[in-house]
């Protein structure tokens, strides 16, 4: 069946450290995104890309990087710049545009700052 | 920017009772989408309205686009617990090429028996 992977699905980081999480799709999907969600919150996006190669900034990009190297992949980076990284960080893709076509979500990394 | 806000924040309601919530953009949308996160759960797309008035139907849950296409709302009827959940409506930003999504503040549902 196609999805999206996301994992782990939880982890633990000392502060300082850079953790990255990984977003896997074999859905054929153009499009991948990952949106930050802090308790009882809606979803606030940080990165998102359209084709490999390339990727924007989204609202709170601050702290985190990303990558697309291969169109199934989407890693997130959490720096040690992120200065509250503790959320649960969702992965989506979609076939295009968000304009025609609905997201599919993976099912999430929880991330913990201890 | 662009903002989406959803009506109520949340809503506890008997098993049975009928569930709406709503939903208003600060700008004209070319589409909206609904989701249902589940507690602990990722969010699952629902639907796409389109068309200015559209009314959509799945099962008990209506669906409507509003004539300005800047609010949206969801209706349960007849509500049973597994409608427990977050409710998101989602719009493409005005910036970005529309190709990203603006979701909106939620509305949690719990359905008491």
């Known amino acids: 069946d196609g999805g999206i992977t996301q994992s782990p699905k939880y982890l633990f980081r000392k502060e300082g450290q850079n953790v990255t999480l990984s977003c896997e799709q074999n859905?054929?999907?153009?499009?991948m995104y990952w949106y930050r969600q802090d308790p009882g919150q809606g979803l606030r996006l940080i990165y998102y890309?359209?084709?490999?190669?390339?990727?924007q900034k989204g609202d709170i990009a601050e702290g985190y990087s990303v990558s697309r190297e291969k169109k199934e992949s989407f890693p997130l980076t959490v720096t040690s710049a992120q200065k509250n990284p503790t959320a649960f960080y969702l992965c989506a893709s979609s076939l295009g545009g968000a304009a025609n076509y609905g997201y599919t979500f993976g099912s999430g990394t929880r991330l913990t700052v201890v | 920017g662009q903002q989406v806000m959803q009506i109520p924040q949340y809503q506890h309601v008997q098993e049975g009772e009928d569930f709406t919530t709503y939903c208003n953009s600060s700008?004209?949308?070319?589409?909206i989408q609904w989701y249902k996160q589940r507690p602990g759960g990722h969010p699952v797309f629902l639907i796409q309205l389109v068309k200015s008035g559209e009314v959509k139907k799945q099962k008990r849950l209506t669906f409507q686009f509003g004539e300005a296409k800047k609010n949206s709302s969801l209706h349960i009827t007849a509500t049973q617990t597994t409608d427990v959940g977050t409710y998101f409506c989602a719009g493409p930003s005005t910036g970005g090429g529309g190709n990203k999504l603006t979701f909106g503040t939620g509305t949690q549902l719990k359905v008491e028996l």
């Open positions: 859905l054929n999907h153009d499009a």
């Open positions: 700008t004209t949308l070319s589409n």
């Open positions: 890309s359209q084709i490999v190669n390339d990727f």
